[in-house]
């Protein structure tokens, strides 16, 4: 074990892998994240912390992640690209293991455009699969991105996410094994709709071995509403949601929509365990964390390892 | 390359001015007129607006229309210094670089910019001009089948696409081509796709900006 990150040990044992996710307040008040803690507490191994989720300014994704760690929780320490340079990024990855955090998930960021301050200047200084090659490095070869020796290796379990479903969808299974042999051992992927594409990308990732080295936790977002899947088709880029989902929502009464989209979360989740190479799911629930207990409990995943 | 600019609103001209009537406008001859913002036909255009919208006003004015062939050379800036003198202003329609040099070399003669220098480009049709390159010093299109991720990625990943790549497009609108997208076809089409496998290392930006501004002399081309 390279680590003490829960979501490594799992793996290692041939475990099953759940988690979810918590975006932190736009505030300085820690109760926001304690409560949406509370919510997963035994219900999910990890839990991400967004870091200025959709460009929008919230506390910090360390900060939070102290908090949940504070509880006893185990937070996965989001890190984007966007905002910081290898500087102040590889200052937080020190920061982070010394505060006890275990995990860190390497991501792009959604570009500032999103977000509350279209006005910033981006940084983009190193990008995610670099990043996850500074986080090894830094472990495992007790150096700088520069060159320069580490006092004190940052023990960190390394992720970053995958979207199947973007395009071009030829080189997707290859960016995943791009992601892999930069270091990555976890990859959860954005939420999953379409099941046929996702076979078919998780066939290609097996075809060529990666997922023997970087777990795939294949990614579900409960619907709201009938609205809230239309919404998610049109406008969030590299979404992919079939019609027949839609459908399905729109065929009940707009007060049980809420039930049945979790009912479908459920269903994907029993999917996702059949198809090869799936070792885990990362729960989704935008705002919603509060349905998270039930959808684990409904999907036959409790109670959770230790 | 070319330098592609926009004129500046005219609002925003005339009160960059202010009562700083007497305008000598500098046009220039090189990339500013090939898109069509800042050679003699514009010179002309803006000198008109000018003069009707003070004339209108009953103010005093005097507009002079000069177009050099090069602002970026001080052998053709060298060329107005005997009319400088006579004007309160001087109203450069050049890029950035111009502007610049016509103001260090008129020291004591306020020098002010009507054109908003955008980028380097190229022209994809008339009246059509697109980015291509940042000058970031160190060029990597080798390695991206001669699409610069740099200059056309909104994030200038050198490890892309993100997950924001949409049928062709990228996140942060549908007008926009995904660099990336551009990148994988070219390299399908010149068989070249073992390259995509390949992961670009952190870059080295001392070449660009980001090492301060640049400077370059060549012993074998001075006099």
């Known amino acids: 074990m390279k680590t003490e990150s829960r979501i490594e040990r799992i793996l290692a044992g041939g475990g099953f892998v759940v988690t979810s996710e918590c975006g932190p307040p736009r505030g300085a008040d820690p109760e926001v994240v304690r409560r949406k803690g509370e919510l997963l507490r035994g219900v999910v191994d990890a839990v991400n912390v967004t870091d200025n989720q959709t460009s929008v300014v919230r506390m910090s994704s360390l900060s939070a992640c102290v908090i949940l ?99 071009p969808f030829e080189i997707r299974a290859a960016r995943l094994g791009k992601k892999m042999k930069a270091g990555c051992e976890f990859i959860q992927t954005q939420c999953i709709y379409n099941m046929e594409r996702f076979s078919r990308w998780m066939e290609m990732v ?55 989209g979790i009912r479908i979360c459920v269903e994907q989740i029993q999917q996702l365990q059949e198809i090869p190479g799936v070792r885990g799911v990362h729960i989704m629930a935008i705002e919603w964390e509060a349905k998270v207990p039930e959808i684990v409990k409904a999907a036959g995943l409790l109670p959770r390892p230790d | 390359d070319m330098i592609v600019g926009d004129r500046k609103d005219f609002k925003e001209i005339v009160e960059k001015l202010g009562t700083r009537r007497r305008v000598l406008l500098l046009g220039c001859n090189e990339c500013v007129t090939v898109c069509g913002v800042g050679g003699e036909r514009e010179v002309g255009v803006l000198a008109s ?101 740099i200059a056309r990625c909104a994030k200038s990943l050198l490890n892309g696409p993100c997950g924001g790549s949409s049928e062709g497009k990228c996140e942060i609108d549908k007008e926009t081509d995904c660099a990336w997208h551009l990148i994988v076809d070219r390299l399908k089409e010149s068989d070249q796709m073992e390259r995509y496998e390949e992961i670009l290392p952190a870059r080295d930006w001392r070449t660009g900006r980001d090492g301060g501004p640049r400077k370059r002399v060549r012993e074998d081309l001075k006099l």
């Open chain 1, 206 to 260: 097996c075809e060529r071995g990666f997922h023997e080295k970087c777990a795939v936790l294949a990614g579900v977002t409960p619907f709201k509403s009938a609205g809230m899947a239309s919404y998610m088709k049109k406008n969030v880029p590299g979404m992919d949601v079939p019609d027949g989902l839609i459908d399905r929502m729109k065929g009940v009464a707009k007060e049980k929509q809420a039930e049945e």
């Open chain 1, 69 to 167: 760690k504070e509880m006893g929780l185990e937070p996965v320490l989001q890190m984007v690209c966007r905002d910081r340079n290898r500087i102040a990024l590889q200052s937080d990855l020190l920061g982070a293991a010394a505060l006890g955090i275990h995990n860190v998930l390497c991501l792009s960021g959604d570009h500032q455009k999103f977000g509350d301050h279209p006005q910033g200047k981006n940084v983009y200084d190193i990008d995610s699969i670099q990043l996850i090659q500074t986080v090894c490095r830094m472990r495992d070869e007790g150096k700088f991105l520069g060159g320069e020796e580490i006092k004190g290796k940052p023990a960190l379990f390394v992720g970053a996410a995958e979207n199947p479903f973007a395009d």
């Open chain 2, 49 to 149: 607006e000018l003069r009707l919208y003070w004339k209108k006003e009953g103010l005093d004015f005097e507009v002079r229309e000069h177009t050099l062939e090069r602002q970026c050379d001080y052998e053709y800036i060298d060329q107005i210094r005997g009319m400088v003198g006579d004007y309160d202003v001087i109203l450069s329609m050049a890029c950035g670089a111009g502007v610049q040099y016509v103001a260090e070399t008129y020291r004591t003669k306020p020098v002010l910019p009507a054109v908003n220098t955008t980028f380097l480009g190229v022209t994809l049709e008339q009246g059509v001009w697109s980015e291509r390159c940042q000058g970031c010093g160190s060029c990597i299109l080798d390695m991206t089948g001669g699409v610069c991720p």
